[in-house]
């Protein structure tokens, strides 16, 4: 069974919300609503030696999900493909994940009645499609496939990237990496 | 229920009318639920931007103009009558005719905006309308402060038919010279100058980067094409001083000597007298203007001269009253260092057929040519009187001289908020007799209209080609218009019927028109609507594809040469060599007013999630940022008390805004740069209106209006200001539609 994951090659990401509004455009998200991906967007050092840095932020799918630890429902669960996500007509919008999730990427949806996060869009990897935001980045900033698989781009790119997650110290081991220039690694966490 | 259909077309994103991003419409029951990129698309190959992905929701949205409405209160207050499209069409043909019998076709007034694009379908269509009528008073209002000045000067001095273009995908260095771009280079496309939409260039960009391109930018704060490591070089210039930049780079070239000397010799003339004149402009003199050290100016200039592949883009950022300096400056550095139309440089790029009609240029009498608003000056002159003046019609519409246009027709323009010095475009506004504004929105600028009117999105309209490079396509209807929304097109296919001009229009046929346009192309309308997924593909000519076409592209200009020292504008009474005038209102020029004024302000072109005064009514782009903004170094911040999310007071010498303070670091300390285009509420936000005047979220407000090219009018977006906290602005009802 594959084991998915999502490359974010940082040095092609110029913070321009494709994803952020296609993601609510695909999944049909209300406006106002927070969305499954956000945007980071911040600066290291002090003028005028300065570093910018953008990059999106969502679900990690992490291999010990905290959000599915907490969840008395087994409304969040990994699915046999290893994905994190919610089984809405399980969850009872008690909103632990939300508390749970390190990331702070699980959102409440329909006032409140359900959690939701980034499922790497589940139904079209099912169809054999990527997910929404890899096919739709401008800059291509995105690279979705089979972390397990030696012969996948993704498993190349993230060792030739040496591309790490996102604040490893929390040790839930995400499937969504990052990769980018040396001074990223200072902003990772 | 059906299974979703899908509809290709063109995105509406960031202008209409003619080549944009292919996108895949979703329609499911009859309604436009989703889109995605058109894969088969060649320059955008299945990705949209955040403004093309929001489609849906700019359609749909309940903000829209939604019926043909009447004035039932004073111009300007915004209150209206619904009326119905025949009432408003016979009145306002009625108008036309009136006009034309008792003034003259010169007092009929078409403007558009950038909205519909700048060399599509629309503009030869309306163009040809007033053209029809005899009338010359056309005018684009939009590039009157970006595009069109900046053009002026880089054709008088290398020739061409329009901007020489940065060739990212060969260029080992990239200078990215957008002084007041928010987005800069990450953004320009397949026309020239919209930088406000991500087309194809920001990932050709970021190719060439991956590969070690170097990447230099140059503006007051670090873009975000700068950002994760990209940048190798930025240069947060003071606002304002470019043309000094400029010039003293082009002291160290010919000081260094290291220009083509062959090709300054085969194809420059004048080269001598500019090597005297920029003796002045040492590197030393530039930092004390520029705020860039000497040394820093030293290694750009050599590097941008002796990298053999080595673009730049300028674009139409730096609108400033000492325009003339840089913009003669930029293309003689272009020229000197041998990066004209060569691999990597910045060449000229040219599609394979132009799409068209004739606009019956001939209808119009040397008399009516004569009456040209703005028409005696060189700006006006020089491009053939084709069009009016923004500046000369405001202020003839204010003082009547030489004429005032007694009715006024406005296709999707919104001067309100675009123009500098809204105050004055309301006077102008209230003073003609009769205005139609024809939009989507009910933008500030319909609040002085007499009839307004509901325009369709593109996704409501019949068929519009376009053609980039030697691809040819066309957008789809993907749903019939929403209320009583009406294509532009139509309507004026219309207007020109009730007017008795049927016969130059097609007799009303849409599709006739459409395939008069494709002719140039010798593709048929049949064979576009055949190809709709993937749109069909001239061949190339080998004019395309071929660089160093000096002998051609120069033949306008005397001598078939660079003119270095230039004398056109010398015969017309101009400086014939750049000298840097610098800005009215910056600290260096006007130190008394740095006590009450400390800072320097100036304002972001536009953004990845929205379109100059567009699309801030769209829930999915506006919750990214609800609100005008204005950013803030922070150790600037602290000094007046500013903390991040605070509604701040920008008073300037000419007005009053407010805005949303960011504490960005990557700004100079003694800048600030807001943004145009905040004037719209969202109402699923709950967010409201603002005044579009002063004390509004309108930059626009601050500048001065009399500062300004002394060649082409280009009004200035540099002034000096103070800031402190204040209260959120005034809430303003939007437009009535009464009942």
């Given at each position: ?74 409304a ?114 | ?25 979703h ?7 989703r889109v ?14 955040a ?62 905006g ?179 050290e ?9 590097d ?110 919104n ?32 609040r ?19 053609i980039?490079e ?74 395309m ?18 003119q ?32 009450e ?11 990845y ?17 609800k ?6 170094n ?10 991040d ?31 145009h285009g ?62």
């Amino acid at each position: 069974m594959a084991r998915y994951g999502l490359l974010i090659d940082v040095s092609r990401c110029i913070g321009c919300s494709g994803c952020v509004v296609g993601c609510k455009n695909w999944h049909g998200i209300p406006g106002g609503e927070e969305g499954r991906i956000r945007l980071q967007d911040m600066t290291t050092g002090v003028y005028p030696q300065i570093s910018r840095w953008v990059f999106p932020l969502m679900c990690m799918q992490c291999d010990y999900p905290p959000c599915v630890s907490v969840c008395r429902y087994q409304a969040s669960y990994v699915g046999s493909d290893g994905i994190v996500a919610v089984d809405k007509d399980k969850c009872v919008g008690c909103e632990l994940c939300t508390f749970a999730c390190p990331y702070g990427a699980r959102v409440m949806r329909n006032g409140g009645k359900v959690a939701d996060s980034c499922d790497f869009c589940i139904e079209r990897i099912r169809e054999g499609v990527e997910p929404y935001c890899v096919s739709t980045c401008p800059t291509g900033a995105f690279v979705f496939g089979d972390i397990d698989d030696p012969q996948s781009e993704i498993f190349k790119r993230i060792k030739e990237t040496k591309a790490r997650a996102l604040k490893k110290k929390f040790r839930t081991k995400p499937k969504v990496f990052y990769a980018g220039p040396d001074g990223l690694r200072d902003v990772l966490g | 229920m059906e299974s979703e259909r899908i509809v290709p077309t063109m995105c509406h994103g960031c202008s209409y009318g003619g080549y944009n991003c292919g996108m895949l419409a979703h329609v499911k029951d009859g309604k436009f639920v989703r889109v995605e990129g058109n894969p088969h698309h060649p320059l955008n190959k299945g990705k949209l931007c955040a403004k093309g992905q929001a489609a849906v929701q700019w359609v749909y949205n309940e903000q829209r103009l939604k019926y043909p409405l009447i004035r039932a209160g004073e111009k300007g207050e915004g209150s209206f009558k619904r009326i119905s499209w025949e009432e408003a069409m016979s009145v306002i043909a009625e108008k036309i005719k009136e006009t034309k019998e008792e003034y003259g076709p010169e007092y009929i007034m078409l403007s558009k905006g950038q909205s519909s694009g700048w060399a599509g379908l629309h503009q030869f269509l309306w163009i040809r309308f007033m053209h029809a009528l005899g009338s010359t008073s056309f005018s684009n209002w939009g590039p009157s402060v970006c595009y069109a000045p900046q053009l002026m000067y880089h054709k008088q001095l290398i020739g061409g038919p329009s901007y020489a273009r940065p060739d990212y995908e060969h260029a080992d260095l990239i200078v990215e010279w957008f002084t007041g771009g928010g987005t800069g280079g990450a953004a320009r496309g397949g026309v020239e100058t919209l930088d406000t939409n991500l087309r194809s260039i920001p990932l050709k960009i970021i190719e060439r980067v991956n590969k070690g391109a170097r990447l230099i930018i140059i503006n007051p704060q670090l873009i975000a094409l700068g950002a994760n490591g990209r940048v190798s070089r930025w240069l947060p210039v003071r606002p304002g001083t470019d043309g000094a930049l400029a010039l003293s780079m082009i002291h160290v070239i010919i000081r260094d000597k290291v220009y083509d000397k062959k090709f300054v010799s085969e194809w420059c003339e004048g080269f001598d007298k500019l090597s005297a004149h920029v003796k002045q402009y040492t590197p030393a003199w530039a930092e004390g203007i520029t705020g860039i050290e000497a040394r820093e100016i030293e290694e750009l200039a050599r590097d941008y001269a002796t990298t053999p592949r080595a673009c730049m883009r300028v674009s139409e950022a730096p609108q400033k009253q000492d325009l003339r300096s840089f913009a003669m400056a930029v293309p003689i550095l272009m020229a000197i260092t041998g990066h004209l139309d060569r691999p990597g440089g910045n060449a000229w790029f040219f599609p394979a057929a132009r799409l068209g009609f004739s606009t019956l240029s001939n209808r119009i009498s040397s008399k009516a040519r004569e009456r040209v608003l703005g028409g005696d000056t060189f700006y006006i002159k020089s491009s053939g009187r084709h069009s009016a003046f923004f500046r000369n019609v405001i202020e003839a519409l204010i003082s009547g001289k030489p004429y005032r246009p007694r009715t006024m027709l406005v296709f999707g323009s919104n001067p309100m908020s675009t123009a500098r010095n809204p105050a004055l475009v309301a006077e102008a506004f209230k003073k003609v007799d009769f205005t139609v504004v024809v939009d989507v929105s009910k933008t500030p600028t319909s609040r002085y209209a007499d009839i307004v009117l509901p325009a369709a999105t593109r996704y409501e309209c019949y068929g519009q080609p376009g053609i980039w490079e030697n691809h040819l396509t066309m957008s789809h209807k993907v749903i019939d218009p929403l209320w009583e929304a009406r294509d532009e097109l139509e309507v004026t296919l219309d207007l020109a019927s009730r007017l008795g001009m049927g016969k130059d229009f097609w007799n009303g046929d849409h599709r006739a028109m459409v395939a008069d346009f494709l002719k140039p192309a010798g593709v048929t309308l049949e064979q576009l609507e055949q190809s709709a997924l993937e749109g069909i593909y001239l061949p190339r000519t080998e004019w395309m594809d071929r660089r160093e076409r000096y002998e051609e592209l120069f033949k306008e200009l005397p001598d078939g040469k660079i003119q270095l020292y230039n004398t056109v504008l010398e015969k017309e009474g101009f400086e014939p060599l750049p000298t840097y005038v610098g800005e009215t209102e910056d600290p260096l020029s006007a130190p008394e007013l740095s006590n009450e004024y400390p800072l320097m302000f100036t304002d972001e072109h536009s953004a990845y999630i929205n379109h100059h005064s567009w699309m801030r009514d769209i829930p999915w782009l506006r919750e990214i940022r609800k609100h005008a903004f204005v950013k803030i170094n922070p150790a600037t911040a602290k000094k007046y008390g500013i903390d991040d999310g605070d509604w701040v007071d920008i008073v300037s010498p000419h007005g009053r805004m407010k805005a949303v303070a960011i504490l960005f670091e990557a700004i100079r300390p003694d800048t600030l740069m807001s943004q145009h285009g905040w004037w719209q509420g969202c109402d699923a936000l709950d967010l409201k209106e603002t005044p579009p005047l002063q004390e509004g979220t309108n930059p626009n407000v601050l500048y001065d209006w009399d500062n300004r090219d002394l060649i082409t009018g280009d009004i200035t977006k540099n002034t000096m200001v103070r800031i402190q906290r204040g209260a959120p602005p005034e809430e303003v009802l939007p437009v009535r539609e009464g009942l």
